[in-house]
């Protein structure tokens, strides 16, 4: 949910990106196009969900850009 204080859950059906068992990795972006965090996950299953915590940060619109299978999903997070 946005916006949220930086605790959210990534969750997401591999199978709809034709992926299965790949390694999915996450990548926080700030609105200057720099990386400020970056994970990088292996997933065993075809829903992928991952706890996040960026309580760390300051607050500010980010872009959580999510690959898999060299595929990849931007979105919108708002940090309080």
Not at 51 to 60: F, P
């Amino acid at each position: 949910p946005n916006p949220n204080e930086g605790l959210f859950v990534v969750s997401m059906d591999l199978s709809k990106l034709g992926a299965v068992k790949e390694d999915v990795s996450l990548q926080l972006v700030n609105v200057l196009g720099q990386v400020v965090e970056a994970f990088s996950f292996g997933s065993s299953s075809v829903v992928f969900e991952q706890k996040v915590d960026l309580r760390g940060l300051a607050s500010g619109v980010y872009y959580l850009v999510v690959e898999v299978d060299g595929e990849q999903i931007m979105e919108k997070v708002v940090l309080e």
